[in-house]
């Protein structure tokens, strides 16, 4: 049991997918505009591979850099969960970035670390946009494991933009005595700490990291990056406790919505417009001319003659307002698609699906058409049949 509950930490089922499935396409149109998929590969600190895609517009003006959000996966994701991103931001002229941590999806590697060594890949991709000319601000959208790589990175990295946080937990040792409670391990109570010390001692030997030293709650007071935390009052793996306690502690400008759901549920429709919105306010995106008309969706707003950026930043803050009391609301999630459909059917799809509304209506935030996101958080780590997903 002890060996079965060491790999549920470092090595958990593996997302193994086919990049032409479950990404979206190298060319694809979103919005009537076309984006692209950059797929690279990036070497780690460590000398592994790590798989990346770079979704941005098919076209970008000279001497123009756009803002980019890097978004980091759970423990059995992979850069796939990172679609619903592409749909919510790409249209708001934030590019995203995703990549395979090392020991996910098709990167190298043998063991994940729920965070510790995952820094070290997302530094270095951060520092591969930072190279890049065409990229401006940066920020960073994690979920679970990725929630914790973005604090653990954020901490060494105050030039971050804006950090949007779902489901961190705040400390690897707590979170596992909570399991052994949670899941009922076979493990007689007073034993449980001393099983944890041995479970320590046999992951800091294959993963390299020691379960002690995973603490965002230590570093969470000193940080002064935008947080947007996220957490569903059901999620008994990580349960709401965890982000309760890091927002409290957190030192930098900060908010937190918590939402019908547990763990692995599709996030409500509110979440994701308030992630737009805390994007946009936070990375400043340049307005681009439209490939097809005057009309430009903003995540989940598709708002027209918009000539004037001020006049749009006044209506962001007031969709803000607006949407204060719909986050915290039970709205149900959009349904999981079918796992065999393409990402571009899926994307082809969802757009069909998109209403205009008149900007004057508070319609604009709960649209019963709007369908931005058809997948979780942790999407293919759930359509391969991960029960649980950090």
């Known amino acids: 049991m002890i060996e079965q509950f060491v790999n549920f930490v470092i090595r958990p089922p593996r997302s193994e997918y086919n990049p032409d499935q479950y990404l979206w396409d190298t060319e694809f149109i979103l919005a009537g505009r076309k984006y692209k998929r950059l797929d690279l590969e990036l070497t780690n600190a460590r000398g592994y591979i790590l798989k990346c895609s770079h979704y941005v517009p098919a076209f970008i003006p000279e001497n123009t850099a756009l803002p980019c959000v890097v978004y980091c996966h759970g423990n059995s994701g992979c850069r796939a969960d990172a679609n619903e991103a ?3 931001l790409l249209s708001s002229n934030i590019t995203v970035f995703t990549l395979d941590f090392s020991g996910s999806g098709l990167s190298g590697g043998d063991y994940v670390s729920l965070g510790w060594h995952e ?12 190279a890049n000319k065409q990229v401006s601000t940066i920020g960073l959208w994690g979920r679970s494991m990725g929630a ?10 105050p030039s971050i933009a804006g950090m949007v946080l779902d489901s961190a937990f705040t400390n690897l040792y707590d979170l596992m005595m909570e399991l052994v409670d949670v899941y009922k391990i076979r493990v007689p109570k007073f034993t449980v700490k001393m099983a944890v010390q041995y479970m320590r001692r046999i992951i800091q030997k294959r993963a ?10 230590k570093l969470a007071p000193k ?5 947007l935390f996220g957490h569903g009052l059901n999620d008994m ?6 982000c309760e306690r890091i927002h409290q502690a957190y030192g930098g400008d900060k908010r937190i919505i918590k939402f019908e759901g547990d763990h692995n ?3 409500p429709q509110s979440y994701y417009d308030s992630v737009s919105i805390f994007f946009y306010k936070t990375l400043r995106p340049p307005l681009l001319p439209s490939a097809r008309s005057n009309k430009r969706l903003m995540g989940a707003y598709k708002v027209g003659n918009i000539t004037n950026e001020s006049f749009f930043s006044e209506i962001v803050n007031g969709l803000e307002s607006a949407n204060i009391a719909a986050c915290s609301s039970s709205t149900d999630a959009p349904n999981i698609p079918n796992a065999k459909t393409p990402a571009v059917e899926l994307l082809s799809e969802s757009l069909k699906q998109l209403s205009v509304k008149k900007e004057t209506d508070s319609g604009l935030l709960s649209n019963e058409n709007h369908s931005l996101s058809e997948m979780d958080g942790d999407c293919v780590g759930s359509r391969l049949q991960v029960q649980f997903i950090v």
């Open 148 to 157: 914790v790589t973005s604090l653990l990175y954020g901490a060494e990295d």
């Open 86 to 88: 592409a749909v919510i």
């Open 265 to 267: 549920s599709p996030r």
């Open 237 to 242: 793996f990580i349960q709401p406790h965890h």
């Open 223 to 227: 940080m002064s990056i935008p947080a």
């Open 119 to 130: 820094k070290e890949d997302l530094k270095c991709a951060v520092s591969h946009l930072r």
């Open 208 to 217: 390299k990291f020691d379960i002690m030293d995973l603490n965002v709650l």
